[in-house]
């Protein structure tokens, strides 16, 4: 059963979430004080604050089934050493009391915390493996998104949260969920523009049935020819309004200061060609009729609009060495080679990341506060964010000076919940 309050700050208990309450718990955690306890409450204390991180949703039932006394571990050997001898020198003065040299001696190992292996076994759980590959800001949320079918596991749906996870299983998630997991929120704001751009879309979606239903208008028959001036006249009203917002984007990218101040010199090759494709679009709109009614003053404006842009970006007339130009088209508004990429660069980032406010999460997408203290992968996932999945390697196991599945508590703690559940078995 869910916890009324998860992050209550009285009775701190650690979750596996990102939220900025359980942030607080984790910087003024302090391990249990056991003076005063019998070892059956330390245990029981011990279990009771770890299974509150380790797999929260699963029933205690089903993770002493779960529970295993084999701890998985590896202990690395010196190859050179394992080389140059046989082990005869371990024999050669036994008995004898002959040391070896103090620069022979081997070093020894840091120790393995074992006892940090003990819910391992819940690593393969398929919510807490996109938790771990940061997909999702909690286990909970993890949970939400293979049960409404998001998540994708060796490329089949799989709709089940416990689903164990063997190596070499590839899992994958839809990348609006993640962007929406690990995005920041919406303000006030942008939450009333999102409702009104519904809104909007909504009673777009409603005026051509409305249309199509009323009495007054005349039902088309075969022998009427089509409506082709009222086609022509949406697709150039559709046009229009793609290159106006584009271009749009384009100077609100341009006139903030950390946009422009962020633009690098590599990109910098591809701004001369946006401005021919867009002057062979106003072209094609003189010559075809892309806009048969308004192509005159929708060249006008987005010339307008373009020559903004370039004196804004203040740059001077100058060609490509390799490219061919007309002298007549060298005017004021010609882009140098150094900065040929200014404008392309705006516009990618606008394409990749464009403001849409129907999107649930804020936009520009920017990650989430509070995220950078649980940016990590696990040695035992390989992460890919571009495609948002990634491959269950192999099970994590301990190694001298470290055990692979993250835990914030201490090796005492998760011995005592280690004996706590070896007694169950």
């Given at each position: 059963m869910r916890a009324k309050r998860p992050y209550c700050l009285k009775r701190p208990k650690l979750r596996q979430s990102w939220n900025k309450h359980n942030l607080y718990n984790l910087s003024r955690a302090e391990p249990p004080n056991i003076t005063s306890r019998t070892f059956f409450q330390q245990k029981w204390s011990a279990k009771s604050t770890a299974r509150a991180y380790h797999g929260e949703t699963v029933k205690e039932k089903h993770w002493q089934r779960m529970f295993r006394r084999r701890l998985r571990s590896v202990i690395p050997m010196d190859h050179n050493q394992l080389a140059r001898s046989d082990g005869y020198e371990q024999a050669e003065g036994r008995g004898s009391g002959l040391e070896p040299h103090p620069d022979n001696k081997p070093r020894p190992f840091p120790k393995t915390p074992y006892m940090n292996m003990t819910f391992a076994p819940l690593e393969r759980r398929l919510d807490t493996a996109i938790f771990r590959a940061m997909f999702a800001s909690s286990t909970r949320q993890a949970r939400q998104f293979v049960v409404h079918g998001d998540v994708k596991v060796n490329g089949k749906q799989m709709i089940y949260p416990g689903y164990l996870l063997n190596p070499g299983d590839m899992f994958q998630v839809e990348?609006?969920?993640v962007m929406f997991a690990t995005g920041a929120s919406k303000d006030a704001g942008e939450r009333r523009a999102g409702r009104k751009a519904r809104?909007?879309?909504?009673?777009?979606?409603?005026?051509?049935?409305?249309?199509?239903s009323s009495e007054s208008d005349p039902v088309p028959t075969i022998e009427d020819p089509p409506p082709t001036a009222a086609v022509e006249e949406r697709s150039s009203d559709d046009t229009k309004e793609t290159l106006q917002s584009l271009l749009s984007q384009a100077r609100s990218l341009l006139t903030t200061p950390s946009s422009a101040s962020n633009l690098s010199g590599k990109r910098k090759q591809d701004l001369r060609a946006f401005q021919r494709l867009l002057k062979s679009i106003l072209s094609r709109s003189r010559g075809q009729g892309i806009f048969p009614q308004q192509s005159t003053t929708l060249t006008d404006?987005?010339?307008?609009?373009?020559?903004e842009l370039t004196q804004k970006l203040n740059l001077n007339p100058a060609p490509l060495p390799d490219e061919k130009v007309d002298p007549r088209d060298l005017g004021p508004e010609t882009l140098t080679p150094e900065n040929s990429s200014l404008l392309r660069k705006a516009l990618t980032e606008a394409r990749e990341n464009p403001i849409d406010v129907t999107k649930p999460y804020a936009t520009p997408w920017r990650p989430r506060p509070y995220m950078s203290a649980f940016a990590f992968i696990p040695r035992y996932l390989e992460v890919h964010h571009r495609i948002c999945s990634a491959v269950y390697l192999r099970h994590p196991v301990?190694?001298?000076?470290?055990?692979?599945?993250?835990?914030?508590?201490g090796n005492d703690v998760n011995a005592l919940s280690f004996n706590w559940y070896l007694r169950r078995r």
């Open positions: 990348p609006e969920r809104q909007k879309l909504q009673t777009s979606a409603t005026k051509p049935q409305d249309s199509l404006s987005l010339d307008a609009q373009l020559q301990a190694r001298p000076g470290l055990a692979e599945v993250p835990t914030p508590f």
